[in-house]
């Protein structure tokens, strides 16, 4: 650093001793001493010189990096209507992955005038302890000739995650200025947002900046990144979602060169402050899993909400749930999975846990604070790809050699109001009701619940950290990840040590509840192939992309007056951009109360029971059933399933016979208004005729290859026209080899009054 006389100032309240910039911990009272490093934002050629001191707190360490000196001390906020750009940093905040967050703003004095610079919180950087140097992370464009073929295909995947959600804040252009476009290890990190001068860049302009690539791509996939980047550029790749399509082809050609061995290990423990323990874990608490021999790994971790015979009874009652479906689902061959269908699954597994405790519930007349729900984080590796489920605010981290980075985004109030663009998440999260949740399993019907499920490409070894708050409150697996995570991936340690470590120290330095934790290490074996992936350009592809900026969270849960205390309303408030949010917070409870009738503000006690509000989508009665407006063409949407009753020619030799089963993918519009109003992409599913399989992304499903014909397709795009001639669309209640989850019948809530 270049000033000596610098210091790092104990973030403990109690304490804010000063320490030399190279401490770890605090000399007085052995605190972590975050280095919290910022990237300033500023339109002018530096925001000051190395070793210069800014507002007696920041450190310059280059012309835009800075090191915050007093990271116990919150960063002065801006006011959001004078910093409209700031609200696509909030926005985006699923993304945090790669997209860096607003930290605060830096007021300078710039003559008679003011300048406001804002401070993004974690860039991408490289950070080397032993010599005190700190730089960023190479720019994709210059790391990528180094890199193997699977990681360049994989940060391309990333890229093409990110457009749709970049286009949707006006910021797509990041994604094509390569000084902006960082790699940290496998990520794709960004460095700021750059704004979409008039209009969006489209997938054409991303098709030319992939192109300046193929001249330094590996050999194995020189053609496939060719290739790709011309279909984009000539429009025959015209969605993310048939990119991504084509990039999982890829990808899944690679991973074949690549060997993962995985071990997992859990471990729960009451905690020095609790009777029992809510919480569950699977595999159960202790017990060491390897694959291989095992043929399937899958963590979860539940925490659970309720109280005596409440939380521990939802929390264990999931963990049976999801694992029934979830063995179901890797019975699949990965050659046949389908990823896009496997996230669809994993969500509906979620979503019938859900009931299964809801139900229960209403069965047994739970009200009140005796209804009982619990959290949900689980993570199933699938040959090169890791999928992560979560709902509530347990937690998973992805810890590499690179770095410990939070990938689930908790579903509580301070995180709607960042998601929202109402508020700067280092501010939300000290206002009086931050930790409430806004949905958990168990608190009402699945058709309000909005589980998240995300998929990671992996192309080096890991470690993925799923832990209840019991470990995670107060930042501790931030402060201790790099002391004690870290050392199982340089082969310092073993995970069954590092498990009961990290108990330990939840008990210690938190101690305020149960604690649970589930370590999955990742080890990985990879070598280059000597075969040239190829792409395939298909006409249609449906893989998952989730706006989550879009997806509004449905609030039916409570907690405790720190962590979990208060059940937030149904609705969204209504706001205004001038009201602060330490006012909007009580007034949602204020209106909650009118609204319901009834309010009841209790800590939550040794035995774990908190209170929740009598609230009629927590009233359900059991013997009532839904009923759902029936299918027909005219109301088509994806994911039902159609029956051809004749057969339906396909031209080129190929038709699809009668007693066919269609999934519908996509339904889009019709360029020909002659053959109908639109036309409808779908997957093919079975045929009950014959029995002769076809390639499917699903080995339970089989499809009928008519005599003298080619192969079918798996997927299909028809015409409104021939799908009224030849197909009856199934209802919801029929069975059909489509899925292999079907979820239970949601039940009605009944007539309540508010008292």
């Known amino acids: 650093m270049e000033n000596d006389a610098a210091t790092l100032y104990c973030p403990n309240e109690n304490c804010q001793a000063a320490n030399p910039l190279t401490h770890k911990f605090c000399q007085r009272c052995s605190t972590p001493l975050p280095k919290n490093y910022l990237w300033a934002v500023v339109d002018s050629p530096s925001v000051g ?19 915050d000196t007093k990271p116990g001390l919150l960063a002065l906020t801006p006011e959001l209507d004078n910093l409209q750009p700031l609200r696509a940093y909030l926005r985006l905040i699923p993304y945090r992955l790669h997209v860096p967050q607003v930290y605060g703003v830096l007021f300078l004095a710039d003559g008679p005038s003011q300048r406001e610079i804002l401070l993004l919180e974690k860039p991408p950087l490289l950070v080397d302890d032993t010599i005190q140097q700190v730089h960023l992370g190479s720019e994709l464009t210059t790391a990528w000739r180094d890199a193997t073929s699977m990681r360049q295909l994989n940060w391309l995947w990333q890229i093409a995650h990110l457009w749709q959600p970049l286009v949707s804040e006006g910021v797509a252009s990041s994604l094509l200025d390569s000084y902006v476009l960082r790699v940290e290890g ?51 790749i015209n969605s993310t979602e048939q990119l991504i399509g084509v990039l999982d082809g890829g990808l899944a050609g690679l991973g074949r060169s690549q060997t993962p061995t995985i071990k997992i290990i859990t471990k729960t423990d009451t905690g020095p402050s609790r009777q029992r323990n809510e919480d569950a874990c699977s595999p159960p608490s202790g017990t060491l899993v390897s694959k291989p021999p095992q043929p399937t790994a899958l963590a979860i971790v539940c ?47 979620v979503a019938i846990a859900n009931d299964k405790i809801s139900q229960r519930n209403d069965a047994e007349n739970r009200q009140g604070r005796q209804r009982m729900g619990t959290t949900l984080v689980m993570a199933l590796p699938v040959a090169h790809e890791m999928y992560i489920t979560h709902v509530g605010d347990s937690r998973a981290y992805w810890i590499t050699r690179h770095g410990c980075y939070q990938v689930t ?60 708050d019991g470990l995670s409150d107060f930042d ?34 938190n101690g305020h509840d149960n604690v649970t934790v589930a370590l999955v290490h990742y080890q990985v074996q990879y070598w280059e192939p000597e075969i040239t992936i190829k792409a395939v350009i298909p006409e249609s592809y449906s893989a998952k992309t989730v706006d989550f900026t879009s997806r509004a969270t449905d609030a039916t849960l409570l907690g405790s007056p720190n962590h979990k205390t208060q059940v937030i309303p149904e609705k969204e408030p209504v706001k205004t951009s001038s009201l602060p ?128 014909s080619k192969p079918l397709p798996t997927r299909v795009l028809l015409d409104f026209s021939q799908l009224n001639r030849f197909g009856v669309v199934l209802q919801s209640d029929e069975p059909n080899p489509c899925r292999t989850i079907t979820q239970p019948p949601v039940t009605k809530p009944t007539e309540t009054s508010p008292t």
């Open 581 to 708: 949010l330490q006012w909007i917070v009580p007034l949602i409870f204020v209106v909650a109360a009118g609204a319901l009738g009834l309010f009841v503000k209790q800590l939550r006690s040794q035995s774990g029971q908190f209170p929740i509000f009598s609230n009629p989508i927590q009233t359900l009665n059991p013997s009532i059933e839904a009923t759902p407006a029936p299918r027909s063409l005219a109301n088509l949407d994806r994911g039902w399933v159609i029956k051809t009753n004749n057969d339906i020619s396909l031209g080129n030799n190929q038709s699809l016979p009668r007693g066919t089963f269609l999934e519908v993918i996509e339904k889009k519009s019709n360029p020909k208004p002659t053959s109908g109003n639109f036309s409808v992409s779908m997957r093919v599913c079975a045929n009950k005729s014959t029995q002769t399989p076809a390639k499917t992304n699903n080995p339970a499903v089989i499809t009928s290859v008519p005599p003298n």
């Open 49 to 67: 010189s190395p070793g210069e001191i800014l507002a007696d707190r920041y450190l310059v360490l280059d012309k835009f990096l800075l090191l």
């Open 186 to 236: 496998s990520l794709v990190r960004l460095l700021d947002l750059r704004f979409d001068v008039a209009t969006s860049p489209e997938l054409p302009q991303l098709g030319e900046f992939w192109q300046q690539l193929v001249r330094d791509a590996k050999p194995a996939i020189a053609e496939f990144v060719d290739q790709v980047s011309l279909s984009l550029i000539q429009g025959e």
């Open 303 to 349: 925490d659970g909400i309720g109280g005596h015979e409440g939380g521990n009874v939802a929390s264990n009652l999931a963990i049976e749930t999801i694992q029934q479906q979830v063995q179901q689902l890797t019975k699949v061959p990965y050659d046949h999975i389908d990823p896009s269908l496997l996230l669809d699954d994993l969500e509906r597994a």
């Open 476 to 509: 501790r697996v931030e402060e201790y990840w790099e002391t004690e995570i870290l050392p199982i991936l340089v082969g310092e340690t073993n995970i069954v040590n590092v498990a009961d470590r990290l108990v330990e120290i939840a008990n210690t330095k």
């Open 409 to 468: 985004l908790d579903d509580d109030v301070a995180s709607r109001e960042v998601r929202l663009g109402y508020a700067i998440y280092r501010e939300a999260v000290q206002q009086s009701a931050a930790g409430s949740l806004v949905q958990a399993l168990g608190m009402g019907p699945s058709t309000s619940l909005h589980p998240t499920s995300t998929r990671f490409m992996l192309d080096e070894d890991a470690v993925f950290l799923l832990t209840s």
